[in-house]
């Protein structure tokens, strides 16, 4: 190895999102600056083997450890290189994205290779919840359910998300929860979830935490009240639009803890992970502890207009599906009437 070149590993998910691999590789090859890096590329074998590549990799001394894949690769990966001096890089091709569309590295490779080889590092917080380390989001209620839902679901993509959101949205129930935040007077809550953000975004530009930052050494905490079916149209726009936090069944702040009881154990998600956990769930913010390549102000993705349309698109889908479940379900629930009354009519 040059001692005068930085190294970088480049750790490869094959399966996760949908762009292909190879073409990344050959855009690696093509565009990172090899006068500056020496590079090696290693492809992940099961699930844990990012995080155990990345662990080496700090413990040589890299200059990077750069996550090709979704959210998940990325937090193995990040999670291995906290409190090391080894920079965490992000070539985003995963089905949310969520710390990279929150850095606003490019969604295109090429562009987010351009922005490894400025070499701008940043640090930024990390969370833990029940000791394992998140980087975007954690949360209870519902959408870790749709988490566990869009997992087995067997499909990737923002429409998958959107049609497993609203399928469960018109049947869930909202949990009670006790917190106690910042170890101060516990308070009970009936709520339809809680999220707390490191990050602003779950991904796909979906911003359950607006105005959430990764360097203030806080959680911004967003708590959904139970709500009607008519809200869902205005809590879906404001999702994408970053204005969620403005809507009356919302309530949010921010701490550096936060302890979560429920009722009993059940599902809970870190970067859209589900696992499932206890009753009782300590959620902490870790100040400045992860070292992050982010691109230039250049380089950085700022396509509103392609934003935009993501949103308007998103809108339409979550509209149509979710009118389309109230339609399903009033005609079950017409059928069943129709039953009970010819019953009644025989006796």
Known sequence: MDSE??????IVNPISGTQEKEQIIALINEYLDIDKYTFQIIYTQYAGHAEEIAAQCAE????????????GTVNEVARALTHTH??????????GNGLARHLQISMQP???IEAINEGIIERIDYGTINRRKFFCTCG???DAFVSLKFAEAGKRGLNTYIEQSLNASLNYKPET???TIDGNETEI???FLIACGNAAQYGNNAYIAPKATLTDGLLDVTILNPFTPLDVPSLALQLFTKTIDQNSHIKTFRCKTINIRREKPGVVHYDGDPVMMGANLKVKIHHAGL?????????????????AQEVINGIRQMNEQFFEGIRQRNNELLDKGKKQLKKLTKL
């Open 86 to 95: 080894t920079a965490l890089g992000i070539i985003p091709c995963g089905s």
């Open 189 to 191: 809550y009936q709520a």
């Open 291 to 307: 070292h992050v390549i982010v691109p230039t102000d250049d380089n950085k993705d700022l396509n509103v207009l392609d934003r």
């Open 177 to 179: 929860y006790k917190l």
């Open 60 to 71: 040589d001394s890299h200059f990077a450890v750069v996550a090709v894949g979704g959210d």
């Open 110 to 112: 090429r562009k987010a």
């Open 5 to 10: 070149k930085k190294h970088i590993t480049f």
């Open 140 to 142: 209870v209620g519902f």
